[in-house]
Structures are given as structure tokens and as C-alpha cells.
């Protein structure tokens, strides 16, 4: 099987390359397309999908991941099932139960370093002058949950530390972290609904 992944942005592909080989089994290739940001993503998706359509093999699979960035997630994730649905692909939300499907679509809530956020253990091997107690911070116990921006609230944390001085790199960190990542360790439900969407997507005979 081979999938491929579309991005909105480059720091996501740079994540998702360390995450995926820890989550997917070794035979499952897969390629990394990232896009100029959320619009531009959303822009193109259309065209790129029934472009999809027209020669997709049939061990092959497409997963779109986009931030939520604080717009309502069920009208966001209707609107990609919508999309791909348009193009003539089949989605995991439109599939029947214990049935093959093509396209996943997953939301990052609300954006991508939530999923940091849901591995403390990452983020201090990483950077370890970040405190070893910091998932049992109030403000950060639901990394979903955070106030006021988990991009943000990275960037404050890190520079309070003396790391990311100028302001947070993202790429830098996303290959920083990720490489240390645990996805069977991760706090954050919507890496969690990410990762067994995947795993239900090369083992669709018994889904998550």
C-alpha cells in the first residue's frame, strides 16, 4: 500500500515524516505533499482530488491534514468529506463499517503543536531545560484545550526556557520534537483519532 499525504504547511510534513514510519507497518510506503498554507491547501484540493480519480491505483490511499485555527471543526471536516466526495473518492466518514475507504481527512485541533503538547516526554528530550512536570500544569493537561493558541503557547514555553529566541521556528522544532515522539504515548485526542484513522486505513477489515 502507498498513501499520500497533503499538508498545508511545510512544518507538517516535517512532523509527519518522523511520526508516520513510527505508526504505519514498513510496507506501507508513502510521499509528503505540502501546501502554502490552509487556503492554498483548500484552493487546490478540489483539482488535485479528480486529478486523483483518474489514475489512483487501488492500494493506494490519500490523507489531507489541515489545522483546525479555531474554525468549527464539523463544518471544516464536512467540508474536506465534501470535497473529496465531489471528486468521485471514497471517504472514511461516507464508508461503511468494515469497509474500504480512500480518503481520510483529519483535522489538527487546533493546530499542529497541540500534538507536541500531547507528548511532554518529546518536547523535554527535545529542549530539556523545559520542566519534567509540565503535562500536569493545569494549562496544559488537555492538549487540545490550550488557550489561546498551542503555537503560541510553544512559543512562550520555549522562549522562557532560552530556547527559539527570535520566535519559534517552526520547522526546526516540528523535526525536533517529532524525532522524539511516541505515538502510542500521546495525550492529544486528535493525534489519537489522526493515528488510529491510519491504522484503520491499512487494516480496514477492522476499524477504529
Not at 34 to 57: D, E
Not at 96 to 109: D, G, K, P
Not at 137 to 163: F, S, V
Request: aromatic content about 8%.
Amino acid at each position: 500500500m502507498h498513501i499520500e499525504f497533503l499538508v498545508e504547511e511545510l512544518s507538517a510534513e516535517v512532523a509527519l515524516v518522523n511520526l508516520v514510519p513510527k505508526i504505519l507497518p514498513q510496507e506501507v510506503t508513502f510521499k509528503i505533499h505540502s501546501f502554502q498554507g490552509k487556503k492554498n491547501l483548500l484552493k487546490k484540493l478540489p483539482k488535485r482530488l479528480q486529478g486523483y480519480k483518474q489514475w489512483l491505483p487501488l492500494d493506494w490511499r490519500i490523507v489531507i491534514l489541515i489545522d483546525e485555527d479555531r474554525q468549527d471543526c464539523l463544518e471544516l471536516k464536512s467540508k474536506l468529506d465534501k470535497i473529496s466526495s465531489e471528486a468521485g473518492l471514497i471517504t472514511k466518514s461516507a464508508a461503511l463499517i468494515n469497509s474500504q475507504f480512500q480518503v481520510l481527512n483529519r483535522l489538527a485541533i487546533e493546530e499542529l503543536e497541540a500534538w507536541f503538547f500531547g507528548d511532554v516526554e518529546a518536547i523535554i528530550a527535545a529542549y530539556p531545560k523545559v520542566p519534567s512536570n509540565l503535562a500536569q500544569h493545569r494549562k496544559y493537561r488537555n492538549p487540545d484545550g490550550i488557550k489561546g493558541g498551542t503555537g503560541e503557547a510553544l512559543e512562550k514555553l520555549l522562549k522562557q526556557k532560552g530556547y527559539h529566541r527570535g520566535g519559534l521556528e517552526k520547522i526546526k522544532a516540528a523535526r525536533e520534537i517529532s524525532v522524539n515522539m511516541d505515538p502510542q504515548r500521546n495525550r492529544s485526542k486528535s493525534f489519537q483519532v489522526f493515528r488510529d484513522g491510519l491504522l484503520s486505513m491499512v487494516n480496514y477489515q477492522s476499524p477504529s
